[in-house]
């Protein structure tokens, strides 16, 4: 893989919590443009989102470096901002804001990051609906949405920043299980048209379907990295062997 | 009985007849509260003149209507708490903010102005803003009023206001952080507008304190409504009536404020408080 091929650069990441819990140790990934990564995690559950956390700089990190699109995530805040503004993210738990309606959720980082005038956001926010199919829904409040209706409307809200990058933190986990079918296939539509995606999930049959590669994870380590069919068919590391045999 | 268990007709018999002895307990209440009042004023003898109290409210002479000292007074209390009111918000802001800030600096002058101002009584410092600093400034006993007002004030809304910023669910800035949003924006368009919503009542609260408050610049010479009722008290000797009615003004004023505040937090109920946005 050429460097610049590479959108996001992670290496030997460490990030240990207050508490002593490592969370990432000497964790290294990279992620090749268009290609979709599903990170799946051992039943211990350590490191769980806090790699996807490190990555748009929700969480700092203690030692390694991170590089999106070229711009490193150091401390200097206009890096910083950029990398913001490139990565989008989805929640295990939504985080609309409650009190705008769903469409003005979706308008506001276009009209004060991107600058966009109130009808070019207008149009986006109008077609980024339709693409998550609710479009009817426009003019509620998130409360008055189920929470798979919820989900697609914060990944259109963070799509509407067009971002190079969107990662996803178990955005199935936490809803009803009628509901994250339809979450999923939206997912899907995205990687079908080449976003990079890192997804973190629980879900394997989505991780089999649309996923490019696969990141066994374990205690803040990869424990096992591979192509997809490959890595269900016919995994090398004993452990993921346990794991899968206890899941599939 | 369970309550879920009783039939519906019985349970709304029963609900109409606790609603009639709550009735009968509060006029009971309120008739032992005036016969007490009676039997108090008859036993030092006063000598009620209810008669000359609206001479002091306005004056209709030959026709013309004019507003009395206490109206005037009025007037002046209200100038005093509007503006106070307004640099009340913006000084509680600042300092909540400051209190929440990155820079140490920030934090440790918010911190000082809380104390010091928190820790000290508001006639003294009403006397310090009018004898030390409004000659530095050059400001008069209005300006120094609306100044000490407000810094008093602005340090108790501070903390209602962070209160407010800091209950909010992290994954409000977060998402914010995510959509590449700058601070101020993140402020002033998910932050705040949650935040005050959760205290608009403690924050009403304030502003009531304010207006009552605002009585004590009466002791560096403005002639507010508490200042106008003592010089009428001083001429007339009709303590009882003039204190009893400018007690009822300022309950009509403090009044006003809850009510527009209720109309408000009614009018803001677009979204519920809690519970929105996703599982907690």
Same mark, same amino acid.
């Given at each position: 893989?050429?460097?610049?091929?590479?959108?996001?650069?992670?290496?030997?990441?460490?990030?240990?919590?207050?508490?002593?819990?490592?969370?990432?140790?000497?964790?290294?990934?990279?992620?090749?443009?268009?290609?979709?990564?599903?990170?799946?995690?051992?039943?211990?559950?350590?490191?769980?989102?806090?790699?996807?956390?490190?990555?748009?700089?929700?969480?700092?990190?203690?030692?390694?470096?991170?590089?999106?699109?070229?711009?490193?995530?150091?401390?200097?805040?206009?890096?910083?901002?950029?990398?913001?503004?490139?990565?989008?993210?989805?929640?295990?738990?939504?985080?609309?804001?409650?009190?705008?309606?769903?469409?003005?959720?979706?308008?506001?980082?276009?009209?004060?990051?991107?600058?966009?005038?109130?009808?070019?956001?207008?149009?986006?926010?109008?077609?980024?609906?339709?693409?998550?199919?609710?479009?009817?829904?426009?003019?509620?409040?998130?409360?008055?949405?189920?929470?798979?209706?919820?989900?697609?409307?914060?990944?259109?809200?963070?799509?509407?920043?067009?971002?190079?990058?969107?990662?996803?933190?178990?955005?199935?986990?936490?809803?009803?299980?009628?509901?994250?079918?339809?979450?999923?296939?939206?997912?899907?539509?995205?990687?079908?048209?080449?976003?990079?995606?890192?997804?973190?999930?629980?879900?394997?049959?989505?991780?089999?379907?649309?996923?490019?590669?696969?990141?066994?994870?374990?205690?803040?380590?990869?424990?096992?990295?591979?192509?997809?069919?490959?890595?269900?068919?016919?995994?090398?590391?004993?452990?993921?062997?346990?794991?899968?045999?206890?899941?599939? | 009985?369970?309550?879920?268990?009783?039939?519906?007709?019985?349970?709304?018999?029963?609900?109409?007849?606790?609603?009639?002895?709550?009735?009968?307990?509060?006029?009971?209440?309120?008739?032992?509260?005036?016969?007490?009042?009676?039997?108090?004023?008859?036993?030092?003898?006063?000598?009620?003149?209810?008669?000359?109290?609206?001479?002091?409210?306005?004056?209709? *002479?030959?026709?013309?209507?004019?507003?009395?000292?206490?109206?005037?007074?009025?007037?002046?209390?209200? *100038?005093?708490?509007?503006?106070?009111?307004?640099?009340?918000?913006?000084?509680?802001?600042?300092?909540?903010?400051?209190?929440?800030?990155?820079?140490?600096?920030?934090?440790?002058?918010? !911190?000082?102005?809380? *104390?010091?101002?928190?820790?000290?009584?508001?006639?003294?410092?009403?006397?310090?803003?009018?004898?030390?600093?409004?000659?530095?400034?050059?400001?008069?006993?209005?300006?120094?009023?609306?100044?000490?007002?407000?810094?008093?004030?602005?340090?108790?809304?501070?903390?209602?206001?962070?209160?407010?910023?800091?209950?909010?669910?992290?994954?409000?800035?977060?998402?914010?952080?995510?959509?590449?949003?700058?601070?101020?924006?993140?402020?002033?368009?998910?932050?705040?507008?949650?935040?005050?919503?959760?205290?608009?009542?403690?924050?009403?609260?304030?502003?009531?304190?304010?207006?009552?408050?605002?009585?004590?610049?009466?002791?560096?010479?403005?002639?507010?409504?508490?200042?106008?009722?003592?010089?009428?008290?001083? *001429?007339?000797?009709?303590?009882?009536?003039?204190?009893?009615?400018?007690?009822?003004?300022?309950?009509?004023?403090?009044?006003?404020?809850?009510?527009?505040?209720?109309?408000?937090?009614?009018?803001?109920?677009?979204?519920?408080? !809690?519970?929105?946005?996703?599982?907690?």
């Amino acid at each position: 893989m050429s460097a610049d091929e590479r959108i996001i650069e992670a290496r030997e990441i460490a990030k240990t919590f207050p508490g002593g819990v490592v969370a990432l140790d000497r964790f290294t990934l990279a992620v090749r443009r268009g290609e979709v990564v599903v990170i799946i995690i051992g039943p211990s559950g350590s490191g769980k989102s806090t790699f996807l956390r490190c990555l748009n700089g929700l969480e700092e990190i203690d030692g390694g470096s991170i590089v999106i699109d070229g711009i490193p995530l150091d401390h200097h805040r206009k890096n910083r901002l950029l990398i913001r503004q490139e990565v989008g993210m989805v929640f295990q738990s939504f985080n609309l804001f409650p009190h705008m309606t769903v469409r003005e959720n979706i308008d506001l980082a276009q009209i004060r990051v991107r600058k966009k005038t109130r009808t070019d956001a207008a149009e986006t926010t109008m077609s980024l609906l339709a693409k998550v199919g609710i479009t009817e829904k426009a003019d509620r409040y998130p409360h008055e949405l189920s929470g798979g209706q919820q989900q697609r409307v914060a990944i259109a809200r963070a799509l509407a920043m067009s971002p190079k990058v969107m990662l996803f933190d178990e955005a199935t986990s936490a809803l009803d299980p009628e509901m994250i079918g339809e979450v999923l296939d939206v997912m899907r539509t995205l990687a079908a048209e080449g976003m990079t995606m890192v997804v973190v999930t629980h879900e394997m049959g989505f991780a089999r379907e649309a996923g490019d590669r696969i990141v066994f994870m374990e205690n803040g380590r990869i424990v096992e990295e591979g192509e997809t069919e490959r890595f269900f068919a016919a995994p090398r590391e004993e452990r993921t062997h346990a794991f899968l045999g206890q899941i599939l | 009985m369970k309550r879920g268990m009783t039939p519906l007709h019985l349970r709304s018999a029963a609900a109409s007849r606790a609603a009639l002895i709550d009735y009968g307990k509060f006029f009971l209440l309120a008739g032992l509260a005036v016969w007490l009042l009676t039997l108090g004023t008859r036993g030092m003898g006063y000598n009620w003149q209810w008669y000359r109290v609206p001479r002091f409210l306005f004056t209709t *002479e030959g026709g013309v209507w004019a507003a009395g000292p206490l109206l005037q007074g009025l007037w002046v209390t209200l *100038e005093i708490s509007l503006l106070s009111l307004l640099c009340t918000l913006i000084l509680g802001l600042t300092a909540a903010l400051f209190r929440l800030s990155d820079s140490f600096t920030a934090r440790a002058l918010a !911190r000082g102005y809380l *104390e010091l101002i928190r820790n000290t009584p508001l006639l003294i410092q009403i006397f310090f803003v009018y004898f030390v600093i409004s000659p530095v400034l050059d400001i008069g006993a209005f300006a120094s009023a609306v100044l000490a007002l407000s810094l008093f004030e602005g340090a108790y809304a501070a903390e209602i206001l962070r209160a407010g910023i800091v209950s909010l669910q992290r994954g409000q800035w977060e998402a914010a952080h995510c959509l590449g949003l700058g601070l101020f924006d993140t402020y002033r368009d998910v932050i705040l507008p949650q935040a005050v919503r959760r205290v608009l009542p403690p924050l009403a609260g304030q502003g009531i304190s304010l207006i009552k408050d605002s009585s004590l610049v009466s002791t560096i010479a403005i002639y507010d409504l508490t200042m106008q009722g003592q010089k009428i008290v001083s *001429e007339t000797f009709l303590a009882f009536e003039i204190w009893f009615t400018v007690a009822a003004i300022y309950l009509v004023m403090t009044f006003g404020l809850s009510f527009a505040v209720r109309a408000l937090e009614h009018r803001m109920n677009g979204f519920p408080i !809690r519970g929105a946005g996703g599982i907690a």
